[in-house]
């Protein structure tokens, strides 16, 4: 088995999630006495969280790029940013490093196209739902993605940050993400995209009212397709 690389720690909770998703699906594929040949950096998310200026971005690509040469140097043939905002410095992440850098969107286009899905919603934190960074990658695949609506980002991005970054999933928070699936299925949303690690706290992904795509799991899948080569 090839051994992989996470940057972690944003958050913790969604950490966690990476490590027992993959250690899980590899296991499936080998043998029960099996565990994924993993390393993982858990950086600190207090200073890496609610970005917004230039400054501290470039900053965070700082942080993220070194991480991502502490884990390859450690012996790592393949890396996951473990956190879909932080996708935003995708780039200078994966100029720093000579191994691949496995991209989130790209794995979760890849599965909407070969389930025919054309038509998705994105719920995410505020910089995943509105800047480009993310929703290119998408739609450069042939996805198209349903406008947002600031009312749903507003309540999606404080959900997140205020509750489920803290641990905490709570019923209101389930009524509110079943409430935006129905309206996004009546927008002509085809399936949903769970484009931020932590949202499967609260929203189920095997039953709703439209099909859901949880980013973490499927790019958790594909790291243990690498890991299995």
Request: overall charge negative; charged content about 20%; hydrophobic content about 45%.
């Amino acid at each position: 088995m090839r051994k992989i690389g996470l940057i972690g720690g944003m958050s913790w909770f969604s950490t966690r999630t990476y490590y027992e998703d993959i250690n899980q699906l590899v296991q499936a594929r080998t043998s029960t006495l099996s565990s994924a040949p993993l390393l993982i950096e858990s950086l600190d998310f207090n200073g890496l969280a609610r970005l917004s200026s230039a400054e501290e971005w470039s900053h965070a690509a700082a942080v993220l790029a070194d991480s991502a040469r502490r884990l390859e140097q450690a012996g790592a043939t393949a890396l996951l940013i473990g956190a879909n905002s932080m996708h935003k410095v995708y780039d200078e992440v994966a100029a720093a490093v000579a191994v691949p850098v496995i991209h989130i969107a790209d794995a979760v286009a890849q599965r909407l196209k070969a389930d025919g899905v054309t038509t998705a919603a994105l719920l995410g934190t505020r910089y995943v739902v509105m800047e480009s960074f993310y929703r290119k990658r998408l739609v450069g695949h042939g996805i198209t993605l349903l406008p947002p609506v600031m009312e749903e980002v507003e309540e999606t991005d404080a959900i997140i940050y205020d509750e489920l970054m803290q641990g905490k999933a709570t019923r209101s928070a389930e009524r509110s993400f079943k409430t935006m699936l129905t309206n996004m299925e009546q927008r002509g949303a085809q399936a949903a995209i769970l484009a931020c690690t932590e949202l499967d706290m609260v929203i189920d992904v095997d039953a709703n009212v439209l099909p859901i795509y949880d980013c973490t799991r499927i790019h958790a899948e594909a790291a243990a397709d690498w890991i299995l080569g």
